[in-house]
């Protein structure tokens, strides 16, 4: 049974930090790409960032040099480093797993989220 469980989200003020954590089982981990999607409220699930199998790394324009993702394939971890928070950072933050299968179709999962609120 794949499971992707996340943590680290909380009540932070503008301008501070969290780091999000979240650890996979069930599933060949360095075979997935791995990110990090967030849903404010009343509105659609967007990617923020994501980790390809090789650690290649990509972020949406409104996080990048404020957010870090990070894979460790050892553990079976992704990490979002969030800096220079801002209120615009709220919503629930999901972990995600993708595989493209080489023969079609592909593998997805998703963990159950964790609130991330930016306010003073």
């Known amino acids: 049974q794949v499971q992707l469980v996340e943590s680290g989200g909380g009540l932070v003020q503008p301008g501070g930090s969290l780091r999000l954590s979240c650890a996979a089982s069930g599933l060949p981990f360095r075979l997935y790409v791995m990110g990090w999607y967030r849903q404010a409220p009343g509105k659609q699930r967007d990617l923020v960032a994501k980790?390809?199998?090789?650690?290649?790394?990509n972020l949406v324009d409104s996080v990048k040099g404020r957010f870090t993702i990070s894979r460790d394939n050892a553990k079976n971890t992704i990490d979002l480093q969030m800096n220079s928070l801002k209120p615009e950072d709220t919503g629930v933050y999901y972990c995600n797993a993708l595989r493209i299968r080489l023969a079609g179709g592909s593998d997805e999962y998703w963990g159950q989220g964790t609130q991330v609120t930016v306010s003073s």
């Open positions: 980790v390809s199998t090789g650690g290649l790394t």
